[in-house]
């Protein structure tokens, strides 16, 4: 036992010791090093990450839907349909809508696959601009809100490193809220 001791002892000279030292320090700083790395890795690919927000709008004077990106770096889009109750998917808003009586902006949905939205830019998918005060343009918007209220739009979208985010559902049934109008302000309330 006593010659075990003495063996460990020589072989812990003061030259040696400092080499495994070294060793060691080496040994852990290349852990270190690479650890580092995937720490950095991982916060690059948080910070240029796109988040999909619905930006919809329901006001006196128009309805809107637009999808924005409210994340910190581009959006790629992948694909985006518009599913209805039935589960019948459409790639166009403009076969779900009335088509004589609209004169508004639908985008087409068809080609969007591959194109980018910058920080904080929106897509407008559809645009009524009306007078409220026009009955004929008040049935016309009625007509348009019973139809959008039963809608989802599907979004399928990447970050610039081709990482496959959550898919974005904008579940419509906001435009089925009635628009009220106040007598003495002329204003419209919703609660989109």
Same mark, same amino acid.
């Given at each position: 036992?006593?010659?075990?001791?003495?063996?460990?002892?020589?072989?812990l000279?003061?030259? !040696?010791?400092?080499?495994?030292?070294?060793l060691?320090?080496?040994?852990?700083?290349?852990?270190?090093?690479?650890?580092?790395l995937?720490?950095?890795? %991982?916060?690059?690919?948080?910070s240029?990450?796109p988040i999909?927000v619905?930006?919809?709008?329901?006001?006196k004077?128009?309805?809107?839907?637009?999808?924005?990106?409210?994340?910190?770096?581009?959006?790629?889009?992948?694909?985006?349909?518009?599913?209805?109750k039935?589960?019948?998917?459409?790639?166009?808003?403009?076969?779900?809508?009335?088509?004589?009586?609209? !004169?508004?902006l639908?985008a087409?949905?068809?080609?969007?696959?591959?194109?980018?939205?910058? +920080?904080?830019?929106?897509?407008?998918?559809?645009?009524?601009?009306?007078n409220?005060?026009?009955?004929?343009?008040?049935?016309v918007?009625?007509?348009?809100? %019973?139809?959008?209220?039963?809608?989802? +739009?599907?979004?399928?979208?990447?970050? +610039?490193?081709?990482?496959?985010?959550?898919?974005?559902?904008?579940?419509?049934?906001?435009?089925?809220t009635?628009?009220?109008?106040?007598?003495?302000?002329?204003?419209?309330?919703?609660?989109?």
């Amino acid at each position: 036992m006593i010659e075990n001791t003495t063996a460990i002892i020589n072989v812990l000279t003061y030259p !040696n010791l400092i080499a495994t030292v070294a060793l060691v320090v080496s040994i852990l700083s290349i852990f270190i090093g690479f650890w580092g790395l995937w720490l950095q890795r %991982n916060h690059n690919r948080l910070s240029v990450r796109p988040i999909a927000v619905a930006d919809n709008y329901l006001g006196k004077e128009r309805i809107s839907i637009s999808i924005k990106n409210a994340g910190v770096g581009p959006l790629l889009i992948k694909s985006i349909d518009i599913v209805n109750k039935k589960g019948v998917i459409s790639a166009e808003l403009s076969e779900l809508l009335p088509p004589d009586e609209i !004169n508004c902006l639908i985008a087409s949905l068809k080609g969007l696959e591959k194109h980018t939205l910058s +920080i904080g830019e929106s897509l407008p998918i559809f645009i009524y601009d009306l007078n409220f005060h026009d009955k004929e343009q008040a049935t016309v918007r009625d007509k348009i809100q %019973n139809i959008l209220k039963d809608l989802t +739009i599907r979004l399928r979208y990447t970050d +610039i490193y081709g990482k496959e985010q959550e898919m974005f559902n904008d579940d419509l049934k906001g435009f089925a809220t009635p628009l009220s109008v106040s007598k003495k302000t002329d204003t419209v309330h919703s609660q989109l």
